[in-house]
């Protein structure tokens, strides 16, 4: 059985910092792309960052330079540090597992970050 579970949201003042983790189980954690994406009210799941089975990252130009994702293949784990924390940063954030095709993404139960002004 597939599981991510994320963990570490809450709330946070803006110019904050948040670490998001992700304990993957059920799955070949080490040859996956992972990602985080985001979804706030009102508005579309959106891309947060991705992570390859090599280490490749990928950011929204949204997060560049706030935002830093890491992976633990030994822990099966990936992580995402969220630094200078801004309000529009507030939604649930939910962990991604992509094996790639003909697979379906796997996806954890999403985790909330709230940041006050």
């Known amino acids: 059985q597939v599981q991510l579970v994320e963990s570490g949201g809450g709330l946070v003042q803006a110019g904050g910092s948040l670490r998001l983790s992700c304990a993957a189980s059920?799955?070949?954690?080490?040859?996956?792309?992972m990602g985080w994406y985001r979804q706030a009210p009102g508005k579309q799941r959106e891309l947060v960052a991705t992570?390859?089975?090599?280490?490749?990252?990928m950011y929204a130009d949204s997060v560049k330079g706030r935002f830093i994702v890491s992976r633990d293949n030994a822990k099966n784990t990936v992580s995402l540090q969220m630094n200078s924390l801004k309000p529009e940063d507030t939604a649930i954030y939910y962990c991604?597992?992509?094996?790639?095709?003909?697979?379906?993404?796997?996806w954890g139960q999403g985790i909330q970050v709230t940041v006050s002004s």
């Open positions: 992570i390859t089975s090599g280490g490749t990252t």
């Open positions: 991604n597992g992509r094996p790639g095709w003909p697979y379906n993404d796997y």
């Open positions: 059920g799955i070949m954690f080490s040859t996956y792309t």
